[in-house]
């Protein structure tokens, strides 16, 4: 995974793999970029730093979703300690910079 931020235009790019895109999605700000094969290859955000700098929470299933891994590949990273994050009763809630700490 490649991680870059372009401080002066505030754009940061998250490549999942080195492929070729094929088609990309936009939508609020966030692009989703696709392989032929219609996988998911990699990220783009616009704004970025408003985006993660906000402490609006994430669920457990948002953040899955965002980084593209599984519940069980994000609770081993909770159990490792390689992420924050608060609990709402059994719920785990993650502040969207330290998301962004964790694929940097």
Known sequence: ??????????????????????KSVYK?????????????????????????????LMTLQEVCEFLNISESTMRRYIKAGKVKYS??????RFNKA???KLVA
């Open 28 to 56: 609020d700000g966030i692009i989703v970029r696709y392989n032929k094969k219609g996988h998911v290859i990699g990220v783009d955000i616009t704004d970025s730093l408003k985006l993660f700098a906000s402490s609006d």
């Open 87 to 92: 609990k709402e009763g059994k719920d785990y």
């Open 98 to 100: 330290d998301i962004l």
């Open 1 to 22: 995974m490649k991680v870059y931020h372009d401080p002066s235009v505030d754009y940061l790019s998250i490549d999942f793999s080195d492929e070729v895109e094929s």
